[in-house]
Nanobody, 127 residues
Framework: QVQLVESGGGLVQAGGSLRLSCAAS????????VGWFRQAPGKEREFVAS????????YYADSVKGRFTISRDNAKNTVYLQMNSLKPEDTAVYYCAATSASYPTEILTRTTLYSSWGQGTQVTVSS
């Protein structure tokens, strides 16, 4: 397993941008698929985006498609989530998760497929 630490959350006005980072420990991180999830108060954790080991395959929830971009830098053991045109409904705790299983990115929407999770970072979008 890898250890994951998210950063980059904060308070931003609607229409603004944030970039979240997910830093991983472990020499084999470049073989892991990574997903971003979010959880708003009183709601279930929901899928946001996923990326394969190379970064060439990505998949997004419909709610963020065209606004968010997931990417990775394996040399830095880091996955990013660039969030643009933020809306108040994007307010949540954002988590990154990793799995060594070789599922396609469009399958990696379920929390149960991931073996490692970060502690989360709060994103608050004011109207």
């Amino acid at each position: 397993q890898v250890q994951l630490v998210e950063s980059g959350g904060g308070l931003v006005q609607a229409g603004g941008s944030l970039r979240l980072s997910c830093a991983a420990s472990g020499r084999t991180f470049n073989s892991y698929r990574v997903g971003w999830f979010r959880q708003a108060p009183g709601k279930e954790r929901e899928f946001v985006a996923s990326i394969n080991w190379s970064g060439r395959s990505t998949y997004y929830a419909d709610s963020v498609k065209g606004r968010f971009t997931i990417s990775r830098d394996n040399a830095k053991n880091t996955v990013y989530l660039q969030m643009n045109s933020l809306k108040p409904e994007d307010t949540a705790v954002y988590y990154c998760a990793a799995t060594s299983a070789s599922y396609p990115t469009e399958i990696l929407t379920r929390t149960t497929l991931y073996s490692s999770w970060g502690q989360g970072t709060q994103v608050t979008v004011s109207s």
